[in-house]
Structure formats: structure tokens, C-alpha cells
């Protein structure tokens, strides 16, 4: 759930690689690099690597859970389990008669809706036979799918990690192919974007609700970081479960995942790379063809409710009959501030393994915590988010004894400038992570769509190395100064239920 550069080990043999990514190396990277935007807004970025007969294919979508509509929270959650149940012609057994099944549902909740508008004066007697009838109706539209027929196709032509994934602040979709079957990504691709279906919609809601019980409602953990966050922020939607509330998600309707989808998957606000053994003009000629037909529309609006200053320090604690789990957060910009760059460092000083100096003071030296460590960007970066630690108490030592060991070296570290040794140990980490993400095409795939999408240009990606190098001890001492301060603490922590007690722990930090 943290950052990106988060538990990066350093490797002697990436490092030497690292340190010797000079500017050059961007122009002859960009040698490979193919770009061109459509008509309709959609940008496309092609890498050509031909040691391989394979490709790699990565979709990020510009819009997350912070842009679920209020009331209606875990709805771009939902297009993830959506992504891959087929088109008009995938995946059904006879689509004319689905589309009418489908219908025929979304008018029934039309009515159930209208009767449960009515409030105290809602005939309970007609709202149940609604709910028989959807019940009905929904199982009558699901009798004309084809289970998975989408994704069969995509595996019995050699595709694999096929996925999708969900933040905060994006949707992605992704999978490889070989070489010679570039063109069926194209087609299946597009056609989920140009006639989407929202096949089994409500079937896929009981699969989030199922998702959210077990994430949440069955996990200590799950538990831990939805207080949290709904602790630190007071409006921004940060605070919201990615997943949803489980009152929204139970209410989920298809035709507000349409809207969704009409307003925020427009062309331009979508980016795709496409990485490996690739041809850039046959590339942009199936895009022209398949892609082209979309129809261009405006971007979603932007504004967001934003997070009013914190006033002072809070805390939160979650009954668990488990074991206990610091979290403290500290407010911190979002990703575009000047800063950022000295937030990665300061990861990688606290948590950088057995190197960093939560592992040294609080696992080896105090030995009050079993695990601890750091993370720059919680819970995702485009808005103001979270600094976090996370310490596992060891046996015979409290949340208390943690909370104070990080204060204890928190304020060590503001008053003593980190050594040259390290800033450079920390350098060296946060490139090698990038080399190493670098060399596989469906993660430059991935880390290219992020960039260009995020800061409109994927070269970003490269000059953020120079932004990372010409961070100073200065720069790191000056920003820990600045926020990390109780004003803009939050805590959240597990306890025991009244009456219970400790079991043994696990014992051995992290390895």
C-alpha cells in the first residue's frame, strides 16, 4: 500500500548501472520512442524493443476512487472487475436479447429507487416484490453470458498478466502478447472503450461487497488503515475506502458506472503505451483504425473538496483481537511540489531494510518494534496525501513505547544532518529501482503511461532521477523540520477489546 520505492534493497551490480545513467542516455532511449495523439485526444507512446517477439500493453485511465461521486464511493473500483466480461460480440450467446434483459433490469431499479425515494410513506409490500423481480430479471440477463470468453481469447493467443488494478488516483489495464497478435489487442481493446456493456454488473457488485468483507470487515489491517485515513482527512476523498463504503457499493446501479464512464474515460484523458517488439507505423495506422472512431469529448472537471489545515494532532484506535499496528502519518504536499523528490529520500533513509533507521534504533537497538518502516506517499500522490510509519510493537513492548522510540528519533534526525554516506547510499537506491523497472517492458509500459498522465511528458521519469540527485542533506533536515511536527500528526493504532488478552506474538524483524 506504500510508495513505489518502498522495501528497494540496494544491489551492488544495479547500483553500478544507476550511477552511470547519464543525460545522455534519455536521447538515446528516446531514439526508441514513438508518440502521436489522435484526433480525439488519445495518446499513444511506442517503444521499440526487438530482442524479443513480444509486446507489452498498458491503459491508464486519469481517474480513481477520488472521483467516485458522493454516495456513490467504490464506482471506478467497480470498472476494474468490469474490464475484461467481454463487447457486444465477446462474450455473449446472443447479445440483442441480453441488451434487452439488461434494460429490463435498470427499469426495474428505476422503480424500486422511485419507491424507496418515497421514505416513510414506501409500500414495504411493493418494494419486496421489486426485489424479487430484479432478483429474476438479473438472473435472466445472465443467462446469455459466455463466463470469461473475453479473457479466453486474450490466454489462447499467449497473452498473459492479464490485470487490472485500481488506485486512488488512476485505473489501469494491462497484459502481453506475442509480436504477431498485436492487432487483437487493438480490437479488443478499443471495442470495450467504444461499446462498453457493463456486462454482469450486479453480479460483480456482490463480488466487491464479498471483496470489501474480507479487505475490511475480516482484517485487522484493512481496518486499521480505513480509520486512519478517514481520521487524517476531514473532506478530501482521500479519506474514502478505494474499495467504497459498504452502504454505497450495496447500492452501486449500472446506469451510474455509464455516467462514470461517459464523463471521465474520454480520449483525452487516457494514455497507452505499447512496449517491445513493436513497429511504430503499424502501430499508429491500427490506432487511426480501431481507436480513431471514439468520439471526442471534454475533460472531467478537476475540482476537488480540498483538505482544510490540520489544527492539531489526532488518534484514532480500532479494537482487534489481534496484533497490535502503529500507523503515524504526517500531512505532506502532493506529488508536483518542489519537495517531493526530498520525501523518496526520506523514505529510503528511514526504510531502507536492515540499512534504514527505523530497522537500526527501533528493531536491532531499542528492539521495541518486530517491523517498521516507511512510506513516502499514502494513500496516492496527485493531492496532498500522508508520510507514514508503520511499526509492529515486539513482544513486551506497547504502542506507546513505539510511538515514543519514532518520536525519539524523529527528533534526533531534525537536529543532525544526515552524512554524505548516506544521502548517497539512498541516491544509488532510488535509481537502481528505476533501472530495474527500466529493463522490463510491461513495467516501463507501466511507469511511461504513469509520467506522461501525471505530468504530461514521460520524460519525467528520467529527469526525476536529477531531481532526486540534487537533493541535499539541507533540503532532507529543512523538510523533515517542516512537517513532521505533532500539529500535523495522525495516529492510528490497534488495541485489544476490553476483556481480551495478548496472545504470543510473532517474534524476528523483517528480513
Known amino acids: 500500500m506504500l510508495n513505489d520505492v518502498s522495501g528497494i534493497r540496494l544491489c551492488a551490480s544495479l547500483m553500478l548501472v544507476a550511477l552511470c545513467l547519464p543525460a545522455q542516455n534519455l536521447k ?70 441480453e441488451q434487452k434483459a439488461i434494460a429490463a433490469v435498470d ?29 429474476r430479471a438479473i438472473e435472466y440477463a445472465n443467462s446469455f453470458v459466455v463466463p470469461n470468453e473475453y479473457t479466453t481469447i486474450i490466454e489462447k493467443n499467449g497473452g498473459v498478466g492479464l490485470n487490472a488494478d485500481t488506485s486512488y488516483d488512476d485505473t489501469e489495464y494491462f497484459y502481453s502478447l506475442p ?47 480505513q480509520n486512519f485515513l ?29 455516467a462514470f464512464f461517459e ?19 503499424e502501430a499508429r495506422s491500427l490506432a487511426e483504425r480501431y481507436f480513431g472512431p471514439m468520439p471526442a469529448r471534454p475533460l472531467p472537471s478537476l475540482r476537488l473538496t480540498t483538505e482544510p489545515a490540520q489544527s492539531g494532532p489526532k488518534e484514532v484506535a480500532v479494537e482487534s483481537p489481534s496484533q497490535p499496528i502503529v500507523a503515524v502519518g504526517y500531512k505532506r504536499p502532493d506529488q508536483y511540489d518542489k519537495d517531493d523528490p526530498v520525501f523518496d529520500c526520506l523514505q529510503l533513509i528511514f526504510s531502507s531494510g536492515r540499512t534504514g533507521l527505523l530497522y ?30 508503520l511499526l509492529v510493537p515486539g513482544q513486551g ?27 548517497a547510499r539512498v541516491k544509488a537506491t532510488a535509481r537502481a529501482g528505476v533501472i530495474r523497472r527500466l529493463a522490463d517492458n510491461a513495467s516501463l509500459a507501466s511507469l511511461l503511461t504513469a509520467y506522461q498522465a501525471n505530468y504530461g511528458d514521460w520524460r519525467k521519469l528520467f529527469t526525476s532521477l536529477d531531481d532526486i540527485n540534487r537533493v541535499t542533506a539541507d533540503d532532507v533536515q529543512r523538510v523533515a523540520r517542516q512537517y513532521f511536527t505533532a500539529r500535523n500528526r495522525t495516529v492510528a493504532y490497534l488495541q485489544l477489546p476490553a476483556g481480551v488478552k495478548a496472545g504470543p ?5 523483517r528480513q
Open 360 to 389: 537500526k534504533q527501533l528493531v536491532e537497538e531499542k528492539q521495541v518494534s518486530l517491523e517498521a518502516e516507511a512510506g513516502a506517499t499514502f494513500p496516492d500522490g496527485k493531492y496532498p496525501n500522508l508520510f507514514v510509519f
Open 107 to 135: 427499469e426495474l431499479y428505476e422503480k424500486l429507487d422511485a419507491e424507496r425515494n418515497k421514505g416513510p410513506k414506501a409500500d414495504q409490500s411493493a418494494i419486496i416484490v421489486l426485489e424479487g423481480q430484479i432478483k
Open 28 to 97: 538515446e532511449f528516446e531514439k526508441k520512442v514513438t508518440e502521436f495523439t489522435l484526433a480525439n485526444g488519445l495518446h499513444f507512446i511506442v517503444v521499440e524493443r526487438h530482442e524479443a517477439p513480444v509486446v507489452s500493453f498498458h491503459t491508464y485511465v486519469n481517474a480513481g476512487s477520488v472521483d467516485d461521486p458522493k454516495g456513490e464511493t467504490g464506482l471506478a473500483h467497480m470498472f476494474e472487475h468490469m474490464a475484461f466480461k467481454g463487447t457486444e460480440t465477446i462474450g455473449t450467446k446472443n447479445w440483442p436479447e
Open 505 to 509: 506474538r510473532r517474534q524476528g524483524g
Open 179 to 225: 509480436s504477431n497478435r498485436i492487432e487483437l489487442w487493438f480490437l479488443l481493446e478499443s471495442q470495450r472503450f467504444l461499446h462498453p456493456v457493463f456486462r454482469e454488473f450486479y453480479k460483480e457488485r456482490d463480488v466487491v461487497m464479498e471483496e470489501q468483507r474480507m479487505r475490511v470487515g475480516s482484517s485487522p489491517q484493512g481496518k486499521l488503515f
Open 230 to 258: 478517514a481520521t487524517a482527512f476531514e473532506a478530501h476523498p482521500y479519506r474514502n475506502p478505494g474499495i467504497g463504503w459498504p452502504s454505497d457499493v450495496e447500492n452501486l446501479e449500472r446506469p451510474e458506472a455509464r
Open 263 to 281: 464523463k471521465y474515460y474520454v480520449p483525452a484523458n487516457i494514455t497507452m503505451a505499447i512496449v517491445g517488439d513493436v513497429h511504430p507505423a
Open 397 to 423: 513492548h506497547t504502542r506507546e513505547d513505539n510511538e515514543q522510540a519514532l518520536s525519539e528519533l524523529l527528533g534526533s534526525f531534525v537536529s543532525t544532518k544526515v552524512d554524505a554516506e548516506t544521502m
